[in-house]
């Protein structure tokens, strides 16, 4: 990823894309009217969000669309929404005529700290979680807090679990506990913006040390061992689950942080009492903080982790708040 972009309007976002020529536009279809002036007079393409969408078939409709629209080598896909929207766009860039340049506007706090921001694209395969995927960096991520206003509490939240895991790794100026703080108020959107800019400024470091997700980058994987086996075990519920909340990813995430710490703690890699901690500012930020089934149910979808390499798992545990530590499993 070249960079980061931060504004807090439309028509700032447009002016960046002024020097691009042959833009085409994807967006989730709730975000019509937002979308539609992004892309002013330019192609666009509503699209589906949710898990159940992150799929190769939808990424082969965006090719699609780019091939009908004529588009060539030269095009522009600007891609508005959450993650799912984001990671089938960037995939479907990625290629689409071996690969056309891409822009990212996050509209979900996950999506802004986290989905956004670093290159990975990918869908789901069999309910495992973006099995089949390349990394592909965006031109830039355009952050506009301004899209939060519109997202209802548990958004927030479930965006509000990956802004924690950032800054559990690095905890330059108290962002941590400083996040912890205002999450447990009520707070006022405004007052997020600074932290949504570290975080994601926090990851795009990391990213740039190791782009291909070979070393140093796979401690952004803090938490989602677990939290992509709760995803795999509920889609494998459905039917028992109906009618009951499932997790998001971000609260999954939460959930697997709180696995994490305890391992740690049990490895002495953590001292005693970070588990309980992390467990107490969690449920504090209204996280949850408990697996949803017994850990061995879990095992079928962590034993096809995508982190595993010569039979073992690259974890990630906590040595402190600010400090993680990767040993393979």
């Not at 931060?6 to 002024?18: D, E, F, H, K, Q």
């Not at 979680?129 to 031109?139: A, C, F, S, T």
Request: with cysteine.
């Amino acid at each position: 990823m070249r960079e980061i972009r931060t504004g807090g309007s439309l028509a700032a976002l447009r002016l960046m894309l002024v020097r691009y020529r042959n833009i085409y536009v994807v967006y989730d279809s709730n975000l019509k009217e937002a979308a539609l002036k992004i892309a002013s007079s330019r192609p666009a393409l509503p699209l589906h969000s949710g898990e159940i969408h992150k799929t190769m078939d939808s990424v082969l409709g965006i090719c699609r669309w780019l091939l009908y629209q004529d588009a060539g080598r030269d095009s522009v896909l600007v891609a508005v929404g959450g993650g799912v929207i984001l990671d089938i766009a960037g995939f479907a860039a990625g290629i689409y005529k071996r690969g056309i340049r891409y822009v990212n506007v996050p509209t979900t706090l996950l999506a802004m700290v986290d989905a956004g921001v670093g290159g990975k694209t990918g869908v789901n395969l069999e309910d495992f979680k973006n099995m089949i995927g390349l990394v592909h960096r965006p031109e830039f991520t355009y952050i506009c807090p301004a899209f939060l206003r519109t997202l209802p509490g548990r958004e927030i939240r479930s965006g509000s679990a990956e802004m924690l895991k950032t800054f559990i790794i690095n905890n330059k100026n108290d962002a941590y506990f400083k996040a912890v703080s205002l999450l447990s108020t009520d707070f006022a959107l405004d007052a997020l913006t600074p932290l949504i800019k570290q975080a994601a400024k926090t990851k795009l470091r990391i990213v740039r040390r190791d782009e291909n997700d070979r070393g140093p980058r796979r401690v952004l994987n803090l938490g989602h061992t677990y939290a992509h086996a709760i995803e795999w075990w509920q889609n494998q519920s459905r039917n028992q689950n109906q009618g009951r909340d499932t997790f998001s990813h971000g609260e999954a995430v939460a959930i697997g942080i709180i696995q994490a710490a305890k391992m740690s703690e049990e490895k002495g890699i953590a001292p005693a009492g970070l588990a309980e901690t992390l467990r107490d500012d969690f449920v504090r930020c209204s996280l949850p903080v408990d697996l949803p089934c017994p850990a061995d149910e879990l095992e079928p979808a962590i034993s096809q982790d995508k982190k595993i390499s010569g039979g073992k798992l690259n974890f990630v545990y906590i040595k402190r708040i600010g400090s993680v530590k990767i040993e393979k499993i």
